[in-house]
């Protein structure tokens, strides 16, 4: 147990890496400014040059600390090894001259990373929530909430906090004319939406989980056949259970059986075999567990 809580941690500082990378070459040097407070922290250093590592630990440490004590110890734990890592490691990545690397736009055709960001940190934040942590900022602040009003959405307190973000990114990337006018433009704004919902549509993605399954549910007659075919055709057990029809009050087979998505039509061609059998097909997002084979 002691070995597996380690792998956590490797994965979360892994993870952390892989988003203080995703910041440095593809966000920082392009205008816009990425969701929840690292957003913040990005137009901070846009507009004063205090970097985004320094602020990230000034946000993030306090933000930790009262999860900790009000919202769950091991999220808390967890978020704040993950703060601690993205921040030293995008301090250090300043440092490395990986400039040459870096994807700069210079205004144009902006939408390129801010896709390839996205998708990084979708990957980072959903990564993130199946390890019950978080990358800090307006998720333990939308993780408070939720705590104190269970009835408020999580996903949509963190949408409300991000649109501030999307909001500020207005004013903080307006540029000024020779006549010092400002000038305003809703690129920035519209960048910052974009990559909220790539990164939103990815990370949701990956906490539903890769191990997408159907399940069938199937009313028969022929209750011992279906299974052992099931079984010799596709090599997956049912559980079966008595029922008696509501209508006909004769006696039925109930059987379940959750079976892999490309297997579908071949589950299907099986049950045409049989008269007096009717089923329905649900979509299963994330399979657990296994049983042993039946020698």
């Known amino acids: 147990m002691k070995e597996k809580k380690w792998l956590i941690y490797v994965e979360v500082i892994a993870i952390a890496i892989l988003l203080a990378l995703n910041y440095h ?36 440490t306090p933000l930790c600390i009262l999860a900790y004590f009000l919202v769950d110890r091991q999220f808390a734990c967890r978020s704040f090894c993950f703060c601690i890592t993205y921040s030293l490691a995008f301090l250090l990545l300043q440092r490395l001259g990986l400039e040459k690397f870096q994807y700069i736009t210079g ?119 279906l299974k052992e075919e099931i079984y010799r055709v596709l090599k997956h057990g049912c559980t079966k259970l008595d029922a008696v029809g509501g209508f006909s009050s004769g006696e039925k087979c109930v059987l379940l059986c959750v079976v892999n998505n490309h297997q579908i039509v071949d589950f299907q061609n099986i049950l045409k075999k049989y008269d007096d059998t009717f089923a329905f097909s649900n979509t299963i997002n994330e399979t657990y567990g296994n049983f042993k084979k039946i020698k």
């Not at 934040?125 to 705590?147: H, M, N, P, R, V």
């Open 107 to 225: 205004g144009h055709d902006t939408v390129y990373p801010v896709i390839l960001s996205g998708v990084i940190s979708g990957v980072v934040y959903g990564a993130c929530f199946k390890q019950s942590a978080s990358t800090g900022g307006t998720d333990i602040i939308s993780k408070y909430i939720s705590k104190k009003k269970p009835e408020l959405n999580f996903f949509w307190i963190t949408f409300a906090l991000n649109a501030v973000v999307a909001a500020a990114s207005f004013f903080v990337y307006a540029e000024t004319d020779a006549n010092g006018n400002m000038i305003f433009d809703y690129k920035p704004v519209c960048l910052c939406v974009l990559y909220c919902f790539i990164s939103s549509y990815v990370g949701s993605h990956i906490i539903r989980g890769t191990k997408q399954a159907c399940e069938f549910t199937i009313i028969t007659s022929h209750a011992e056949e």
């Open 25 to 60: 070459l593809f966000v920082v040097e392009n205008g816009f400014a990425p969701a929840g407070l690292n957003g913040i922290a990005t137009m901070v250093q846009y507009k004063t040059g205090f970097s985004i590592g320094y602020m990230s630990l000034l946000i993030n």
